[in-house]
Protein backbone atom coordinates (compact mmCIF):
# COMPACT_ATOMS: atom_id res chain seq x y z
CA UNK A 1 0.00 0.00 0.00
CA UNK A 2 1.16 3.40 -0.83
CA UNK A 3 -0.61 4.84 2.19
CA UNK A 4 -1.64 8.83 1.71
CA UNK A 5 -0.03 10.73 -1.10
CA UNK A 6 -0.19 14.05 -1.95
CA UNK A 7 0.89 15.90 -5.21
CA UNK A 8 2.67 18.51 -5.39
CA UNK A 9 5.46 18.24 -2.90
CA UNK A 10 6.25 21.74 -3.30
CA UNK A 11 4.63 24.62 -5.44
CA UNK A 12 5.05 28.59 -6.22
CA UNK A 13 1.89 30.70 -7.14
CA UNK A 14 1.29 34.17 -7.77
CA UNK A 15 -1.52 36.06 -5.76
CA UNK A 16 -4.79 35.75 -7.44
CA UNK A 17 -3.84 32.48 -9.13
CA UNK A 18 -6.05 29.24 -8.68
CA UNK A 19 -4.79 25.37 -7.98
CA UNK A 20 -5.08 22.32 -7.14
CA UNK A 21 -3.81 20.03 -4.20
CA UNK A 22 -4.28 16.59 -4.94
CA UNK A 23 -4.67 13.62 -2.39
CA UNK A 24 -5.22 10.13 -2.97
CA UNK A 25 -5.57 6.88 -0.22
CA UNK A 26 -5.34 3.52 -1.31
CA UNK A 27 -6.64 2.12 2.43
CA UNK A 28 -10.69 2.61 1.75
CA UNK A 29 -10.83 4.45 4.33
CA UNK A 30 -13.76 6.76 5.16
CA UNK A 31 -12.57 9.75 6.79
CA UNK A 32 -10.44 12.28 4.66
CA UNK A 33 -8.74 15.40 5.82
CA UNK A 34 -7.06 18.34 4.97
CA UNK A 35 -4.73 20.43 7.91
CA UNK A 36 -2.23 23.23 7.52
CA UNK A 37 0.42 24.01 9.56
CA UNK A 38 2.14 27.25 10.08
CA UNK A 39 4.97 27.68 12.19
CA UNK A 40 4.31 28.13 16.12
CA UNK A 41 0.58 27.15 15.62
CA UNK A 42 0.62 23.22 15.03
CA UNK A 43 -1.94 21.71 12.15
CA UNK A 44 -5.35 23.31 12.01
CA UNK A 45 -8.33 21.41 10.17
CA UNK A 46 -9.45 23.00 7.15
CA UNK A 47 -12.02 20.27 5.31
CA UNK A 48 -13.03 17.08 6.08
CA UNK A 49 -15.07 14.52 4.67
CA UNK A 50 -17.04 11.41 6.36
CA UNK A 51 -17.39 10.09 2.66
CA UNK A 52 -18.27 10.09 -1.06
CA UNK A 53 -20.07 13.23 -1.57
CA UNK A 54 -20.05 14.00 1.74
CA UNK A 55 -17.22 16.97 2.93
CA UNK A 56 -17.93 20.00 5.62
CA UNK A 57 -15.81 22.54 6.94
CA UNK A 58 -13.39 22.45 9.68
CA UNK A 59 -11.89 25.19 11.94
CA UNK A 60 -9.99 27.57 8.78
CA UNK A 61 -12.32 26.82 5.89
CA UNK A 62 -12.35 30.45 4.46
CA UNK A 63 -10.36 30.55 0.89
CA UNK A 64 -10.43 26.81 0.69
CA UNK A 65 -12.79 24.45 -1.26
CA UNK A 66 -13.59 20.95 -1.62
CA UNK A 67 -15.28 17.36 -3.14
CA UNK A 68 -15.29 13.82 -2.76
CA UNK A 69 -16.09 11.75 -5.73
CA UNK A 70 -14.30 8.95 -4.89
CA UNK A 71 -13.69 7.15 -1.60
CA UNK A 72 -9.94 7.34 -2.65
CA UNK A 73 -9.42 11.08 -3.44
CA UNK A 74 -10.15 14.48 -1.74
CA UNK A 75 -8.79 17.40 -3.27
CA UNK A 76 -8.30 20.87 -2.21
CA UNK A 77 -8.92 23.46 -4.18
CA UNK A 78 -7.39 27.12 -3.70
CA UNK A 79 -9.82 29.76 -5.59
CA UNK A 80 -7.67 33.09 -5.71
CA UNK A 81 -4.25 32.57 -3.52
CA UNK A 82 -3.40 34.76 -0.87
CA UNK A 83 0.18 34.91 0.64
CA UNK A 84 -1.63 34.08 4.23
CA UNK A 85 -2.39 30.75 2.56
CA UNK A 86 1.67 30.23 2.41
CA UNK A 87 1.94 26.94 4.92
CA UNK A 88 2.60 23.65 4.11
CA UNK A 89 -0.69 21.74 3.43
CA UNK A 90 -1.21 17.74 4.70
CA UNK A 91 -4.14 15.84 3.78
CA UNK A 92 -5.13 12.12 6.47
CA UNK A 93 -7.13 9.40 6.15
CA UNK A 94 -8.63 7.27 8.89
CA UNK A 95 -11.01 4.06 8.87
CA UNK A 96 -13.99 5.51 9.77
CA UNK A 97 -15.40 8.81 11.54
CA UNK A 98 -14.74 7.33 14.80
CA UNK A 99 -12.78 10.01 16.76
CA UNK A 100 -10.83 7.07 18.26
CA UNK A 101 -9.37 6.31 14.50
CA UNK A 102 -5.93 6.73 14.04
CA UNK A 103 -5.41 9.64 10.89
CA UNK A 104 -2.46 8.44 8.76
CA UNK A 105 -1.07 11.74 7.27
CA UNK A 106 0.80 12.30 3.61
CA UNK A 107 4.22 13.58 3.15
CA UNK A 108 2.70 17.08 2.77
CA UNK A 109 2.49 19.40 -0.07
CA UNK A 110 4.53 23.02 0.65
CA UNK A 111 2.65 26.09 -0.98
CA UNK A 112 4.27 29.63 -0.85
CA UNK A 113 2.07 32.41 -2.31
CA UNK A 114 3.78 35.78 -3.22
CA UNK B 1 -13.46 24.24 22.16
CA UNK B 2 -11.09 21.94 23.20
CA UNK B 3 -7.71 23.27 23.32
CA UNK B 4 -4.39 21.30 23.81
CA UNK B 5 -1.17 22.91 25.51
CA UNK B 6 2.63 22.05 24.91
CA UNK B 7 4.79 23.62 27.24
CA UNK B 8 8.19 24.11 26.01
CA UNK B 9 8.39 24.56 22.14
CA UNK B 10 12.24 23.62 22.16
CA UNK B 11 13.45 20.70 24.62
CA UNK B 12 16.95 19.86 24.22
CA UNK B 13 18.09 16.59 26.41
CA UNK B 14 21.76 14.47 26.02
CA UNK B 15 21.61 11.14 24.03
CA UNK B 16 20.72 8.73 26.94
CA UNK B 17 18.93 11.11 29.03
CA UNK B 18 15.11 11.06 30.12
CA UNK B 19 12.75 12.78 27.97
CA UNK B 20 9.74 14.34 29.32
CA UNK B 21 7.48 16.20 26.74
CA UNK B 22 4.35 18.09 28.24
CA UNK B 23 0.80 18.14 27.10
CA UNK B 24 -2.04 19.16 28.56
CA UNK B 25 -5.56 19.17 27.48
CA UNK B 26 -8.69 21.62 28.26
CA UNK B 27 -12.64 20.16 28.21
CA UNK B 28 -14.86 19.17 30.56
CA UNK B 29 -15.22 15.52 29.16
CA UNK B 30 -11.33 13.97 28.68
CA UNK B 31 -10.51 13.26 25.04
CA UNK B 32 -9.08 11.22 23.16
CA UNK B 33 -5.49 11.70 23.27
CA UNK B 34 -2.59 11.25 20.59
CA UNK B 35 0.76 11.98 19.97
CA UNK B 36 2.51 12.40 17.05
CA UNK B 37 6.25 12.71 15.86
CA UNK B 38 7.15 14.62 12.63
CA UNK B 39 10.56 14.00 10.96
CA UNK B 40 12.45 16.93 8.87
CA UNK B 41 10.41 17.52 5.70
CA UNK B 42 8.30 14.75 6.11
CA UNK B 43 4.06 13.86 7.24
CA UNK B 44 2.93 12.84 10.96
CA UNK B 45 3.28 9.54 11.98
CA UNK B 46 1.25 7.84 15.12
CA UNK B 47 3.26 7.36 18.31
CA UNK B 48 0.77 6.41 20.67
CA UNK B 49 -3.11 7.20 21.23
CA UNK B 50 -5.23 7.00 24.71
CA UNK B 51 -8.75 5.60 23.80
CA UNK B 52 -9.98 3.92 27.40
CA UNK B 53 -8.68 1.03 29.78
CA UNK B 54 -4.83 1.56 30.74
CA UNK B 55 -3.77 4.90 31.89
CA UNK B 56 -0.10 4.09 30.70
CA UNK B 57 0.24 3.33 27.02
CA UNK B 58 2.98 2.00 25.39
CA UNK B 59 4.25 3.54 21.88
CA UNK B 60 6.69 2.66 19.35
CA UNK B 61 10.40 3.62 19.52
CA UNK B 62 10.69 3.50 23.30
CA UNK B 63 7.96 5.97 23.99
CA UNK B 64 4.87 6.07 26.77
CA UNK B 65 1.86 8.37 27.97
CA UNK B 66 0.22 8.25 30.87
CA UNK B 67 -3.34 9.86 31.11
CA UNK B 68 -3.96 11.52 34.23
CA UNK B 69 -7.24 12.68 34.53
CA UNK B 70 -6.71 14.89 38.10
CA UNK B 71 -3.82 16.67 35.92
CA UNK B 72 -5.73 16.73 32.26
CA UNK B 73 -2.27 15.69 31.17
CA UNK B 74 -0.73 13.07 28.48
CA UNK B 75 2.91 13.73 29.22
CA UNK B 76 5.28 11.84 26.63
CA UNK B 77 8.29 10.49 27.70
CA UNK B 78 11.22 8.03 27.02
CA UNK B 79 13.48 6.69 29.72
CA UNK B 80 17.12 6.99 27.45
CA UNK B 81 17.08 9.68 24.26
CA UNK B 82 18.29 8.37 20.78
CA UNK B 83 20.13 10.58 18.43
CA UNK B 84 17.34 9.67 15.86
CA UNK B 85 14.59 11.08 18.81
CA UNK B 86 15.36 14.39 17.62
CA UNK B 87 11.69 15.56 15.64
CA UNK B 88 9.10 17.59 16.01
CA UNK B 89 6.47 15.95 18.77
CA UNK B 90 3.15 16.92 18.68
CA UNK B 91 0.48 16.23 21.40
CA UNK B 92 -3.36 16.09 19.85
CA UNK B 93 -7.35 15.60 21.10
CA UNK B 94 -10.20 14.57 19.36
CA UNK B 95 -13.64 14.82 20.78
CA UNK B 96 -15.79 11.92 22.35
CA UNK B 97 -18.40 13.09 22.01
CA UNK B 98 -18.54 12.61 17.99
CA UNK B 99 -18.60 14.62 15.48
CA UNK B 100 -16.04 13.09 13.31
CA UNK B 101 -12.56 12.29 13.63
CA UNK B 102 -11.60 16.11 13.97
CA UNK B 103 -7.85 16.26 15.63
CA UNK B 104 -7.12 19.50 17.70
CA UNK B 105 -3.15 19.67 17.85
CA UNK B 106 -1.14 21.85 20.42
CA UNK B 107 2.07 24.19 18.96
CA UNK B 108 4.52 21.56 18.65
CA UNK B 109 7.81 20.78 20.58
CA UNK B 110 10.87 20.41 19.06
CA UNK B 111 13.32 18.06 20.64
CA UNK B 112 16.84 18.12 19.93
CA UNK B 113 19.55 15.23 21.21
CA UNK B 114 22.93 16.36 21.95
CA UNK B 115 25.87 14.30 22.19
Known amino acids: NAGVTQTPKFQVLKTGQSMTLQCAQD?????MSWYRQDPGMGLRLIHYSVGAGITDQGEVPNGYNVSRSTTEDFPLRLLSAAPSQTSVYFCASSYSRFSADTQYFGPGTRLTVL | AQSVTQLGSHVSVSEGALVLLRCNYSSSVPPYLFWYVQYPNQGLQLLLK??????LVKGINGFEAEFKKSETSFHLTKPSAHMSDAAEYFCAVSDRAGGGNKLTFGTGTQLKVEL
Open chain 2, 50 to 55: YTTGAT
Open chain 1, 27 to 31: MNHEY
